[in-house]
């Protein structure tokens, strides 16, 4: 018997429901519809979901969580190299894709499937990431793709899916929001205008504290540890944690402009209140407790490595060998970091740590020197100072 069974990597927004409803009834095939949790929806949420799977028609529905395996495998990277794509976002959702790609494919793989397919149109970078993970892990596999190859607009998937009789609320569908542990990304016609801004009601989380607040946060070995004096085994909680007095004050909003894997540019607003805590405080702690020199290529290699992610290269190689001089920069990276909340916006203050290296006796930066005298730093700077001279001296003509 010809093999009809597709699976679809849903997340019950407007264009994985179209797919689901055009592939089990404009091409015949067993739908079975899989999203991939990488930790941004609720128990409550992922049941709504599920029942909006099965009244698309899909023959099975199911919710994987990847979001342990998100977290060890790229989050806790993402930290040690404190990656922010063009200084400004937190690579939220183009993370969590390639591990979203991961356990549909081994999902597909499992039931034996004849196909994946994604709603991913084609104008974005998820339809690489997409396809590229599916191929390299399973090339036998065919991939489909309704909404991209259809080159369709949300208003004809609206009108179809009502008019095969499917009750949803459109309106919330007219922002794409794609929600995960390290973030969420909203898209919607305000981001396709360079000169427009989202409105307040697009973000999910809304401003609810108004007073500045003081908070500690802990790190170990460069992973955070504990969030008010409250000590998580595992970095998902305090993850979590964070973000649910964070987001309280509206932290972490921002527009990312970049460049797409394709070669256009792309915008997008998103909401990271921790993330962006995290990575900001764990940089500052950096600063205490690692050296130039550590600090200048860790910057170099976690630039690398974000560029990488985003451009959907997880597999590749050379990212297992980032991960390693990664992990092993982060040996003295704990303390306490404190910053202070306010609304849209938050302050570092300080640290304290064990590893501080301004905690010396060599000196106090402005104050008085313990490790060297007068003499020394008069000599030391002729000699810093030749290769200068010499070349002042060869190249008076360019002055």
């Known amino acids: 018997m010809e093999n009809k069974k597709v699976v679809l990597a849903f997340s019950g927004g407007l264009d994985t429901s179209f797919c689901a409803m ?8 067993e739908v079975y ?15 709504i979901i599920e029942e909006k799977a099965y009244r698309l028609g899909v023959k099975k529905h199911v919710a994987i969580d990847v979001t342990e395996k998100y977290y060890q495998q790229s989050i806790r990277y993402m930290v040690f190299g404190n990656v922010l794509r063009n200084n400004t ?8 894709r390639i591990f979203q790609a991961i356990a549909i494919i081994e999902y597909a793989k499992q039931i034996g499937a004849a196909y994946v397919a994604h709603g991913s149109t084609g104008a974005g970078n998820d339809q690489v990431r997409f396809d590229l993970t599916f191929d390299v892990l399973a090339p036998g596999i065919k991939i489909l793709t309704p909404t991209r ?10 009108n179809y899916l009502k008019e095969h009789g499917f009750e949803a609320d459109f309106k919330k569908m007219e922002y794409s929001i794609n929600a995960g542990l390290w973030g969420t990304s909203i898209g919607g ?16 989380s809304q401003l609810t504290e108004t007073e500045s607040r003081d908070i500690v946060i802990e790190f170990d070995k460069g992973e955070i540890a504990a969030v008010e004096g409250v000590a998580y085994k595992n970095p998902v909680d305090a993850i979590r944690a964070l973000q649910a007095i964070a987001s309280k004050y ?11 894997i394709i070669g256009i540019k792309g915008r997008v607003g998103f909401e990271a209140a921790a993330p962006m805590i995290i990575i900001k405080a764990h940089q500052m702690l950096e600063k205490h407790t690692l050296t130039k020199w550590q600090q200048y290529w860790k910057e170099q290699l976690g630039n690398w490595y974000g560029m990488f992610l985003h451009e959907a290269l997880y597999l590749e190689p050379v990212m297992r060998d980032i991960e390693k001089f990664l992990e092993n920069s982060q040996r003295n990276v704990s303390g306490k970091v404190f910053v202070r909340l306010k609304p849209y916006q938050f302050q570092l203050i300080g640290v304290d740590s064990p590893k501080d290296l301004m905690k010396s006796d060599f000196g ?10 007068a003499d020394d730093v008069k000599g030391f700077t002729k000699i810093l100072g030749t290769q200068l001279k010499i070349f002042n001296a060869v190249n008076k003509d360019l002055k």
């Open 89 to 96: 976002y937190p690579i939220s959702v183009s993370s969590e």
């Open 33 to 47: 519809s899989a999203i991939a949790n990488t930790g941004g929806f609720s128990d409550e949420e992922l049941k």
């Open 22 to 29: 055009y592939l089990a009834k404009e091409k015949g095939l």
């Open 364 to 373: 106090e930066y402005g104050e008085m020197n313990k490790g060297w005298t």
């Open 250 to 260: 509206a932290i972490g909003r921002d527009m990312h402009i970049g460049d797409t």
């Open 149 to 158: 190859d259809l080159e369709l607009t949300r208003e004809y998937e609206i």
């Open 189 to 204: 016609k305000e981001t396709l205008k360079s000169e427009q801004t989202l409105p307040e009601k697009a973000y999910p």
